[in-house]
């Protein structure tokens, strides 16, 4: 059986003059929470990324799915507005504003989050100062109130199943893995994003700690309904969890099928390798050109 059709978003045109598209110049349409069109993106001059572009509607769950080396951790970390990560050409969209040449804490403060799938420790600094400073930058209040950050993390930690001192622990310093993608989850919740980028959350997770991990994704959904997801993995076992509304397939820095969880599910029974590109035979090539 052939690979899925691709079905690739096309990039969005005539943007006004602030880099923002305009709903006006596509009346009924809504505006893309993220918006990924054409993205060309190259490390140390090497292409790997060639010409990626899709969408994830306000509310929506998209699933990313590819083999290693497909380029999955390269369009996490160019969302990330990684300076080793080059984009030479297309456009990123955050709510309709391009964000393409903005730094990561300025995405961020717009309201792109994005969970990483190696949570690195920073000794020294807690839970709660942590994100005290990350929403204090996100809502433009410098003196932002710690009881209020304390009270929320006391709420959100009750709703994610966690113990309410783990906001007093040093940030992912002696967490298991299964922890720090919880607090990944717990600081997606305090942050309350537009567009959350998840890059492999179930990473190195056991059954147990994949479902708790799913299960407070599908909290901070129910919590803020209109966030978009963008959730990046390998397996489709996330997706088990977590039923994707659209799901996407990189192979080789291209997105190669877009469809519905049934893509996730032939993933699964059949491999990557199902999705390449097939070359013509000889035979075949002859016989096209033939009846050209």
Not at 146 to 167: N, P
Not at 269 to 290: L, N, V
């Amino acid at each position: 059986m052939a690979p899925p059709a691709s079905d690739p978003t096309r990039p969005a045109s005539d943007p006004v003059s602030d880099g923002r598209v305009s709903a006006l110049e596509s009346p009924g349409l809504q505006i893309p929470a993220l918006q990924i069109s054409d993205l060309h993106v190259s490390v140390e001059d090497h292409e790997i990324l060639r010409g990626v572009s899709l969408q994830v509607e306000p509310g929506a769950l998209h699933a990313l799915m590819g083999p290693n080396g497909s380029g999955k951790s390269t369009l996490a970390n160019t969302l990330l507005a990684n300076p080793a990560y080059v984009v030479t050409k297309g456009r990123i969209l955050l709510e309709g504003e391009d964000i393409t040449t903005l730094p990561t804490d300025e995405r961020a403060r717009r309201g792109l989050f994005l969970g990483f799938q190696h949570p690195e420790e920073i000794p020294g600094v807690s839970v709660l100062n942590f994100l005290r400073q990350a929403i204090a930058k996100r809502k433009g209040i410098d003196d932002f109130s710690v009881l209020e950050v304390r009270l929320s993390l006391i709420e959100w930690t009750k709703r994610l199943g966690m113990d309410s001192r783990f906001q007093e622990r040093y940030l992912n310093e002696g967490f298991s893995g299964g922890e720090k993608k919880r607090n990944e989850v717990l600081q997606m919740a305090m942050m309350e994003p537009d567009v959350a980028v998840l890059d492999e959350t179930d990473s190195g997770l056991d059954i147990d700690a994949l479902r708790q991990v799913a299960a407070g994704i599908a909290e901070v959904r129910n919590a803020r309904p209109h966030m978009g997801i963008l959730a990046i993995t390998h397996y489709q076992r996330l997706l088990e969890h977590l039923v994707p509304d659209v799901v996407h397939v990189l192979v080789d820095g291209r997105i190669v099928a877009t469809g519905g969880p049934e893509i996730s599910r032939e993933v699964e029974a059949r491999g990557f390798d199902a999705f390449r590109p097939r070359e013509a035979s000889p035979r075949e090539a002859s016989r096209r050109e033939a009846s050209s």
